[in-house]
């Protein structure tokens, strides 16, 4: 029954409270940051790497969670890369924000069980600055900067669940996953690094920029 369900740490629901998730790859991650990550958008979409990927526990096995992805405006400028120096400066106010749309997980719903024995990669996830996409892509400003985020959503089968949806959810956060989005590399440190460190890559080292 539902009467010791009650919410646990921090007002969520004990099926969600005590969710951990660690970050995979995350030295490679760190190598990026210390760079500045630049993640590609394009018309037709582009694939992040390094990938978002999560190792979770702390779930419940038997109960069904949705995995799901957004990504927020880090502050409200818009930047350009200065070659000279090497950094990115504020170029002004950001740009409308672009409509704001989650990546569900495609194994979403699944057993907490199932969450846990495998790396969770959200590799199907793509980025795009086509305001007008209808392929469900993440929409991104170019030069603008974001966090992308990570939720676990249980799958309350109350009726009611909507009542308890602030309960129900637990969310993610990691710093070193920030980057600026581009339609071209500005970086050519982080040109190198992506070559270097993506296995998917090969399309670079032989000119064609989409791999």
Known sequence: GWASEGPGAGGKNRRVCHATARLEMGSLWEEFNRLGTEMIVTKAGRRMFPTFQVKLSGLDPLADYVLLM??????????????????????????????????????????????????VSF???????NLLDDN?????????R????????????????????????????FPETQFMAVTAYQNHRITQLKIASNPFAKGFRDGDPEP
């Open 70 to 119: 957004d990504f927020i405006p880090l502050d409200d400028k818009r930047y350009r890369y200065a070659f000279h120096s090497s950094s990115w400066l504020a170029a002004g106010r950001a740009e409308p924000a672009a409509p704001g749309r989650v990546h569900f997980h495609p194994d979403s719903p699944a057993k907490g069980a199932q969450w846990m024995r495998q790396i």
């Open 146 to 173: 974001y966090q992308p985020r990570f939720h676990v959503v249980f799958v309350d089968p109350r009726r009611d669940s909507e009542r308890f949806a602030h309960q129900n959810f637990k969310s993610f956060s």
């Open 123 to 129: 590799d199907k996830l793509k980025l795009t600055n």
């Open 136 to 144: 469900g892509h993440i929409i991104l400003n170019s030069m603008h």
